[in-house]
Structures are given as structure tokens and as C-alpha cells.
């Protein structure tokens, strides 16, 4: 009876924790022929932007930070002075935009099962976990 007790209490607390390890590669979700597309978040709170066509790479460095809202359960990230370097998000940027060329300081967005969301409603603009 003991070990069942004990069981079912490390299934409750493993149960409980988040894997709060967001570090890894996330692909664009916007698909372009012949290019690569991805951002790579690093554990030391670091990132690298990166988008490839044809024979251009373009990078871009910058930090990120996690917060946690528990009035909304739910992940959010903070990207420092983004740059847009890909077609669909400087299009995105000039229709919503003032100023589409300067950086941009992306704050709260949602992070949830795997993927970075810039936009709720504009799948391509977002970022997935592979």
C-alpha cells in the first residue's frame, strides 16, 4: 500500500512541473522556396535570427527573456530589438507599421506548445519547435 501511495505522489509532482527549457530551434511557419528560415534561442538568454535564400544568408543577434503571467497560465517571450528579415514579416510590418525599417522591441509574445507566436491570426509569421 505504501509503494502505491509513493507512486501516485511522484506522478502528482511530475505531473505538476513545466519543462521550462525553451531553448532550441524554432522554424519559420511561413514556407518559402529555397530558403531557411529559423531562430535559435540559446540558454544563455541569447539568440540568433538567421534567414537564407538563394545565395544570401542574413543574421541578426540578440537576447530574449521568458516571463511567466499566472493571471493568463501561459509563457511569454521578450525578443530585444528584433529585425524582420524575411518577405512575409517586413510586408506584415509595412501594412501595421509607421516605421517598417527600424528594430523593433517584440514584447510578450506567447510562447505555448512549442511555437513562437507574433501573431495570433497570422500563422506564417510565427516560429515552431521541430
Same mark, same amino acid.
Given at each position: 500500500?505504501?509503494?502505491y501511495i509513493l507512486l501516485i505522489c511522484?506522478? /502528482?509532482? $511530475? !505531473?505538476c512541473t513545466n519543462n521550462t527549457d525553451f531553448s532550441g530551434r524554432y522554424y519559420s511557419c511561413c514556407e518559402v522556396p529555397n530558403s531557411l528560415h529559423y531562430i535559435d534561442l540559446f540558454s544563455d538568454s541569447t539568440f540568433l535570427h538567421v534567414y537564407t535564400t538563394k545565395?544570401? $544568408?542574413y543574421k541578426h543577434?540578440? /537576447?530574449w527573456k521568458?516571463?511567466?503571467s499566472k493571471n493568463q497560465r501561459q509563457y511569454?517571450?521578450?525578443f530585444n530589438e528584433w529585425k524582420d528579415l524575411? !518577405?512575409?514579416s517586413i510586408?506584415?510590418?509595412k501594412k501595421h507599421f509607421q516605421n517598417p525599417d527600424s528594430p523593433i522591441h517584440y514584447q510578450w509574445l506567447i510562447l505555448r506548445n512549442n511555437q513562437i507566436f507574433f501573431d495570433i491570426d497570422n500563422y506564417d509569421l510565427n516560429f515552431k519547435k521541430k
Open positions: 500500500m505504501r509503494n511522484i506522478a /502528482i509532482i $511530475t !505531473s545565395n544570401k $544568408t543577434n540578440g /537576447i521568458v516571463y511567466y511569454f517571450i521578450d524575411d !518577405s512575409c510586408e506584415y510590418k
